[in-house]
């Protein structure tokens, strides 16, 4: 459909690529797009040469129709699963927090639903290969580089800044981004770009060059710090989510915006995809994509 069509090329980045991903021409998919919008009277994507990019209001569109999609692949495949027994087993790749928080409560209620289904959930904070490691579905933020892979953005999360009420009682609380520079920042270690860190507001764009004592290669370690008083961390919002509520972290610079980063599911391009795996694919689109990180 024109909505499935739509949904892909937002996901995907370009007409050629949703093209790809559907299994139809790129005239198809152009037609497709170009009718919807017609028969909604309003412009959902911005084209270039190289890329598709939503714009306000196909950004709007794209978060309403996209969990009624799911919704819809995820009931035409529990209807296929009631006369097919789904069993097998299946290997999941996650970011360690994310899968502990997020994803393991998904996977039982998954399980639940398929007694005969088994799974095994590998949790890493680097980059993995999912064919080089046999994992059957990666979950993984950020951007994707490998275009050999299949994906299906799930959404995005937001960024912020945090420390603990005793560091900033001490030490002050950041008004600007730039204030950052006189403060310990806590640096996660071994992701490019980590030492800069970029803000916009109406006022216009800020990139503020950090640095401090303690360092981490695990975003677990960052946050303990942060707790620990030993500095300003950056995170992903449900990773602070817990300790912001219990009052040991705050969140500071809201008025600042950061870069959102989307988060998406990725699978090896496979002509014949399990029916277990496309099942799940479904399941966690339709649950993960509802919810707000």
């Known amino acids: 459909t024109s909505y499935a069509a739509y949904v892909a090329v937002i996901e995907c980045g370009s007409l050629t690529a949703a093209a790809r991903r559907l299994g139809r021409s790129l005239q198809a998919v152009s037609r ?16 270039t040469t190289r890329s598709c990019r939503p714009t306000a209001a196909g950004e709007r569109f794209y978060e309403r129709i996209r969990g009624v999609l799911a919704d819809l692949d995820l009931a035409r495949n529990e209807v296929v699963a009631s006369a097919v027994e789904i069993d097998g087993s299946l290997r999941i790749g996650a970011p360690n927090m994310f899968g502990m928080r997020h994803l393991v409560p998904a996977l039982a209620a998954f399980m639940a639903r398929y007694p005969a289904l088994t799974v095994e959930l590998v949790l890493s904070d680097q980059l993995v290969d999912p064919q080089a490691a046999g994992l059957d579905l990666v979950l993984r933020f950020g951007q994707p580089a490998d275009s050999t892979l299949r994906q299906h953005r799930l959404g995005t999360v937001r960024r912020v800044i945090y420390g603990a009420p005793g560091y900033f009682a001490q030490h002050g609380r950041p008004l600007h981004p730039r204030d950052l520079r006189h403060h310990e920042c806590i640096v996660r270690s071994g992701v490019r770009g980590a030492e800069t860190w970029r803000f916009h507001n109406k006022q216009g764009a800020v990139a503020v060059r950090v640095n401090g004592r303690f360092r981490s290669d695990s975003i677990g370690a960052c946050c303990e710090a942060a707790i620990q008083g030993a500095g300003v961390g950056r995170g992903l919002l449900y990773q602070v989510r817990e300790a912001v509520s219990q009052g040991r972290l705050e969140v500071v610079l809201q008025d600042w915006l950061q870069p959102q980063i989307p988060y998406h599911l990725l699978w090896p391009a496979t002509t014949r995809l399990p029916l277990r795996t496309r099942t799940l694919i479904d399941f966690l689109v339709a649950r993960l994509g509802a919810e707000q990180f």
């Open 32 to 47: 497709q797009l170009a009718d919807l919008e017609q028969a909604l009277g309003v412009q959902l994507v911005a084209r």
